[in-house]
């Protein structure tokens, strides 16, 4: 059965303390795999898309790489703009498959 | 990417009312999703609508439920129906983008009483 499992379930983070979210998937043809930041009370915004091993994306203080069962969103410096719900998905016969998701809270 | 807006952006109802959420593309697709997310819950897809046929609903959603409109390119609806409070969620509908994944909109806040 395709999954995605996102850990850890929560995180909270000093103001510039790194640290890094995780995405482990088991899909097969697997299209992409997404990143999406949501914040409380609105749609999801897209952030990256990964397609092959070894790929790696950055924007900002966030850099999200790609291995062939799990992506690692890295999170560098944090500020507490970042606090958010970070979604990772997959692509399966267009179809969007989402992990539950990581509910980031970065402290002043 | 896509440009996506939905009404109502939040609604109280009634025990055994019925809503129509309504989503508008700025540009045209093919297809369009809606999703449900449950209080404190990822994304579960309700349905893909494609114009010009029948909505595929996923398991566990079916059409009395959930009736969808697709009447062109750019628009959809979504109608909860008979609603009960285990209905309420946030509504979300989405078009893919040409990278694979999909836009989202702002989503549509609903408070079944």
């Known amino acids: 059965e395709d999954q995605v499992t996102q850990s850890p379930e929560a995180l909270r983070l000093q103001e510039g303390e790194s640290s890094s979210l995780n995405c482990s998937y088991t899909?097969?043809?697997?299209?992409?795999l997404f990143w999406y930041r949501q914040d409380p009370g609105k749609g999801p915004e897209f952030l990256f898309t990964?397609?092959?091993a070894g790929e790696e994306k950055e924007k900002e203080r966030l850099k999200a790489t790609l291995t062939k069962k799990e992506s690692f969103l890295h999170i560098t410096a944090p500020k507490p703009e970042d606090s958010a719900t970070y979604l990772c998905?997959?692509?399966?016969?267009?179809?969007?498959?989402f992990g539950k998701g990581t509910r980031l809270h970065i402290l002043p | 990417s896509a440009v996506i807006s939905q009404k109502p952006s939040r609604d109280i109802c009634q025990r055994g009312t019925s809503l129509t959420i309504q989503c508008q593309v700025d540009s045209q697709v093919t297809m369009m999703f809606w999703y449900r997310q449950q209080p404190g819950q990822s994304l579960t897809l309700i349905a893909t609508a494609n114009q010009g046929s029948e909505a595929t609903y996923e398991s566990g959603f079916v059409i009395d439920k959930f009736p969808i409109s697709r009447p062109n390119l750019t628009f959809s609806t979504l109608t909860v129906s008979n609603m009960s409070p285990e209905d309420s969620s946030i509504y979300l509908c989405?078009?893919?983008?040409?990278?694979?994944?999909?836009?989202f909109g702002p989503g549509t806040r609903l408070l079944v009483l």
């Open positions: 998905a997959v692509n399966r016969d267009d179809k969007i498959i």
């Open positions: 899909v097969s043809g697997l299209r992409g």
């Open positions: 989405s078009a893919p983008s040409s990278s694979e994944t999909q836009y």
């Open positions: 990964l397609y092959s």
